[in-house]
């Protein structure tokens, strides 16, 4: 099975949290849909491409920053004492906000679309961009260190693969279940944070047919683990790619 | 509850802290033996919901109890009694005066707004309204004590008699109940949520634990009993299905935001963040979560696992309590955060602490700290310095400022304390009100130290050598005979310091050296190797000159 290997730094990055307002939550690595989304804004895709998505990572360190804060609604007239800017006849209200920011992210990200014939495609789209990549925020810049393409396959492994202190993933569930790795920690207790992360939307139209209103619905959603500090065992199954990193996912067997 | 099981469990996961706030609320308030703590998530037999007001209000009265203006109110009748058991033999003058004060105070909160709201709930002849403006107290004429003693006696009997009857009023089951719940609901719970149910102001009276049961538990309780298979929309925090987003977050303060005019926060303008009944009753146990002291909450987010999140939010409560018997003090919750951390890094000594969130409540906001390892590193080196900052203390533009909450704020917002070294020796030698000895700012400049060796490669120096280099700067200020030369060329240094000039700081020094025709120290060399050194040995040395002696060096100059 062929991928897309991405290999990315990034400066000062924010993946929000979809709940998060007054501070800006990040997540520790960008979610499924954070990447799936660039992929196919670079790609120019109107429609979904079935895809697996696979992020490790790590970041030196976190921090809080301030940040303008504009808002408004579509339409609103200016009203004074209500809004600080008017912008021809509308309302726009100005204010701070603070937004958590990982500094310094090392990423290495693994894309498999689900049709493999599009991995070409993909790729000359992923290595001439259109335009600046971004992936986060919109002003945070993607730095492409290196977009190849790799085959990837199932393999036991020889050795087993000691992960402390070198890089995080969003490793599946089901390896957890599986007795896959270990996950260092006391007792019984785990170390690390588990994630239920956005993958796929669909669009759902809350208004009318004349006048649409859309909201979208998650319908897929990936649970993970998120941890640094774990072992895979010699003699499991899992996914590498041709250079020895580790892909974590579920392949289906081709 | 027909359709539902009896033993039908409903489970809450962490999510982002404010969720994490908030399950660990639900835990203190059900208590740890009532749910079963999982790695990430709790889970609670339905049962627990069937009278779910009574534990949640009961757990704010608990817990806030010293607090309380109820507990004051009452704090009274040890002493009618002891008094009463004397037969006022030992009835002062101060015992008057107290007795005056705290009639105003029992008036005072008696007629307050949220008594005034529990009174009506009472099924009651008394007119307790009535009752407490009827009780007055002359004041006492100068010697009347002496002159008319069983006058004044039987004077402060008739109010005891009076009094009686208010503390049976105030202990009936019913003002149990509902009194110190109503206090904390504008004390505590009101920082958490407002505007809904009983904190909505045409809501404010009445009974508040059936309102809270019919919007909150009520609510959930049909959501459960309800079909939700056919529903389009999902709840953001649990993905439950929902059918209609009419529940937003707006409720809980600086949550959300404003859904109606401010809807560019939203995907194509159309708000799609809403909650199912189940969320909402668990966003209401975010006070629990917190430990509020005054106006200050605060509340860790350790969210690698439940249980630690609970124990680390429980060590901060205990700490509070302890550090609060004798004296509640805004500064304390700075101080059991400390603690409890480094309790929390001895237990965990094998296995390192990762970014810790620590979300403070102050001034009606939210403020976000994140504890690098780093911090947390320094923090536990400094185990033994920090405690030794409690008291101290000084005044800049007629603003008092504490200095272990401004050390560990510092420290939290990964500044070093250079510039809270300066200000303080600053103040110290332009003859400001400062409460702070040279020992504790030489501990300030040693905790800086470890915070400095955590972020660069520095070899930092030894408290020998640093307290060396203090003394050594004291008895430079003794030699001068003109005790004012002294102090301008300490402010020099300190000037020089301040603009990070070694090359001005040298010269001064040199200078000096000269002109008392003394050998200068050979640690000044060190000045040159980088900043850290340069200004760790400056303010050491300028300690020693601004400051007075120590014990050991026999005089007792300023103290």
Redesign the interface.
Known sequence: MKGIKLIIHQDMVNYR???????R?TYPLPPLSTVIGMVHNLCGYQQYEPMDISVQGDYF????DLYTR?????G?KFEKG?HQLKVNEFGV?RGIG?T?LLVDVNLIIHIIPKDQSKVKEIYQFLKYPVEFPSLGRREDLANFEEVKIVEIQKQELSNERDFKDQWHAYIPINWLTDEKLSIE??GT??????F?LPKVYEL?N?GTEKKP??????IE?EEVLYSGDFIIFEEEIVPIDEEGDIVFLNLEEE | MSELAENDIIEF??????ENAAICGLVNILGEDHVTIK??SIEVPLSEFVNFEEVYFNYFAKQYEKLSSFTKILAYEAEMARQQQDNFSHFTRKDYDRLQKYLTDLKRYGTSNSYKAVYPLIESSVDIEGLLKSIKLDKLKKNELEQNREQVVERVKKLYEQLDKVYVYFKRADVQRYLPAKIQIYSVINKGYSDVSFLNRQESKGDFFEKYHQYFVSSMMNYLNEEHKKD???C??C?RPIKKGDLS?SFIN?????A??????A????N??YMCPICRLMYTCIPAGFTYVYNQGLFVND???L??LIDVNKGIRLNVLELNKTDVRSKNTYAALIRTLQDQMNR?S??EIQ?IQVIRYENE??Y???L?KHILRTINMSKEKLPQLFNAGFTLNSESHYLYPEVVDSLMN?TNLFRLIHQILRVKATGGQVYTSSNQIMKMIEINQNFLKELIQMTPLEPQELERIRRDGYFFKKEYANKRKGDSVGLRLLNALKVNDRNAFMDILLNSYMYLNKQVPHYFTEVFSDDEHYKTIGYCFVTGMIGEAHNAEGGNENE
């Open positions: 949290r979809p709940t998060s307002f007054q501070l939550e360190s976190k921090t809080n504009y808002e408004f609604k579509n609103m209500r209200s603070y958590e920690g006391e207790d785990l170390s690390g944070t588990r239920i759902y809350l209103k859309y909201k979208r619905n998650w959603r | 996961r962490l999510n982002s802290w404010l790695n990430q389009k929309l999902t953001s925090n993905h977050y600086q949550a959300g935001y404003d109606n005019r401010k809807q560019s926060n995907w194509d303008f159309n799609d963040l969210n690698h696992t249980q630690s965990q094998r296995k970014d906001r939210y976000f700290n994140l690098p990964n």
